[in-house]
C-alpha cells in the first residue's frame, strides 16, 4: 500500500508574501527588452483603416 502523501497547506505568511510579490512583477516588464524591429512595409488597421505602417509616421 502507498503511503498516505499529504499536500502542505499553504500558511497565511506564504499568501501574504505572494501578494506582496506581485507588484514587483512591474518591475522586471518595465525593463523588458524590446522587440524586434518591424518591417516597414506591415499592414495595420487603425479605427478600421488597413494601412502601411509607413503611411503613419
Known amino acids: 500500500m502507498a503511503p498516505n502523501r499529504i499536500a502542505p497547506?499553504?500558511?497565511r505568511r506564504t499568501i501574504l508574501q505572494a501578494l506582496l510579490s506581485i507588484p514587483a512583477?512591474?518591475?522586471?516588464?518595465?525593463?523588458?527588452?524590446?522587440?524586434?524591429e518591424q518591417p516597414a512595409d506591415?499592414?495595420?488597421?487603425v479605427n478600421g483603416w488597413i494601412l502601411k505602417r509607413s503611411e503613419l509616421a
Open 25 to 36: 512583477f512591474a518591475l522586471f516588464t518595465a525593463h523588458a527588452a524590446p522587440s524586434r
Open 42 to 45: 506591415e499592414l495595420v488597421e
Open 9 to 11: 497547506q499553504a500558511t
